[in-house]
């Protein structure tokens, strides 16, 4: 029987939940130094690794996700409110920031988002890819190129309220185990239909857990990620 959308959303939050890479805070860190921020807005938060790593930086965040499931599973902290409610965002946040989710964004909800930052406030787009050719490598795992663009900035909306401040692109490395690689690589969408199609099963954790085992018997494996980010300051509204 095939998931339904509800089910896959809960399957996927699930694994996002279970392990991401400290790579929100390596780039935060990149980026933001000593910077303190009153209200800070985390747009496509997912289970809340981002708002967690965006707490260091402000007083509060909210983190928005349309997806129920993701809200559902984000992890709680003090400092931070989820919602998947439109509504319920304010209009006066001093930072707001797009973690890989600009790409999904239209010129009209791009507009919608903007008119929610304060003067003077600041907007960073930033994003990761992880690259898993190492590991699908051993796997037998081939993928095709996809169309999603991880360095989408400022220049593809026509808006004239922002200057620059900053935009990078850099290179880190970060090792986690097994199950973390699993869990990882079971947020990724193309790859897991690559794995279904593999293992000829809906559930393929413990078939790839068996297979990395296979292939890493120390149970630490190491991953390059390529960051990208382009940081901005509001000057109009």
């Not at 808006?159 to 199950?179: D, G, P, R, W, Y």
Request: aromatic share 14%; net charge positive; charged share 25%.
């Amino acid at each position: 029987m095939a998931k339904t959308k509800d089910e896959y959303n809960y399957n996927y939050a699930y694994h996002y939940k279970s392990y991401r890479p400290p790579l929100h805070e390596i780039l935060l860190d990149r980026i933001l130094k000593d910077q303190k921020f009153k209200t800070v807005l985390d747009i496509g938060c997912g289970t809340g690794s981002s708002s967690i790593a965006l707490t260091k930086y402000c007083e509060s965040v909210t983190g928005y996700d349309p997806s129920q499931s993701m809200i559902q599973k984000s992890q709680k902290h003090l400092k931070i409110k989820y919602t998947n409610e439109l509504n319920q965002l304010k209009d006066d946040y001093n930072l707001i920031v797009f973690f890989g989710s600009l790409f999904y964004i239209n010129d009209k909800s791009f507009i919608l988002y903007q008119n929610k930052l304060l003067k003077e406030g600041y907007l960073l787009c930033c994003d990761f890819k992880i690259a898993y050719t190492p590991i699908l490598s051993k796997l037998k795992v081939s993928l095709d190129e996809i169309e999603y663009d991880h360095y989408k900035n400022l220049e593809s909306y026509n808006t004239n309220s922002f200057e620059q401040v900053n935009s990078e692109k850099f290179e880190t490395e970060f090792s986690c185990q097994i199950v973390e690689v699993t869990h990882l690589i079971l947020t990724e969408i193309q790859i897991i239909e690559k794995l279904n199609a593999k293992y000829k099963s809906s559930n393929i954790f413990q078939y790839l857990i068996n297979d990395l085992e296979a292939h890493y018997s120390k149970n630490k494996i190491k991953l390059k990620a390529n960051m990208f980010y382009s940081y901005y300051k509001k000057i109009s509204n």
